[in-house]
Every structure is written in C-alpha cells, then in structure tokens.
C-alpha cells in the first residue's frame, strides 16, 4: 500500500482547520479518539459551543464541534 499524505492549500483564514465534523456526542467522541490513541487536543469552548482538534496520521489538524 502507498500512502500519499494528505496537502492542504494554504490556509488563510486563520482557523487552522478546513474540516469539522459535528458528532451527536462530543464527550463520547473525544473518549473514542483518545482510546484510539489519536492526537488530540483538550475540549474548549464557552457555554454550550464546545470543540476540540484532532490530527491525521500525516499531523493536519481536523475540528470536532458542537
């Protein structure tokens, strides 16, 4: 198998980010992406907006929110 890495263009919204998936659950997903031993980052957000990155085997970076 040839695994070519996944290339963004450059990003020049500021986000950092060009995909976010929105689960039913974003505890249960940031649990799932840890025992999966994905890279992720600590859940943020203010009130009932709630988010966290998560990074591809290749590093780019990909958002949960809610």
Same mark, same amino acid.
């Given at each position: 198998m040839n695994h070519v890495p996944m290339k963004f263009p450059e990003n020049k919204f500021g986000v950092g980010? =060009? =995909?976010? !998936?929105? @689960?039913? &659950?974003? *505890? *249960? #997903?940031?649990k799932l !992406?840890? #025992?999966? &031993? $994905?890279? $992720?980052? @600590?859940i943020g957000g203010e009130g009932s907006t709630r988010f966290f990155t998560f990074y591809d085997p290749d590093g780019n970076p990909l958002? $949960?929110?809610k």
């Open positions: 980010k =060009y =995909y976010n !998936f929105i @689960p039913t &659950d974003i *505890e *249960e #997903a940031y !992406f840890l #025992a999966k &031993d $994905v890279m $992720v980052n @600590p958002g $949960v929110c």
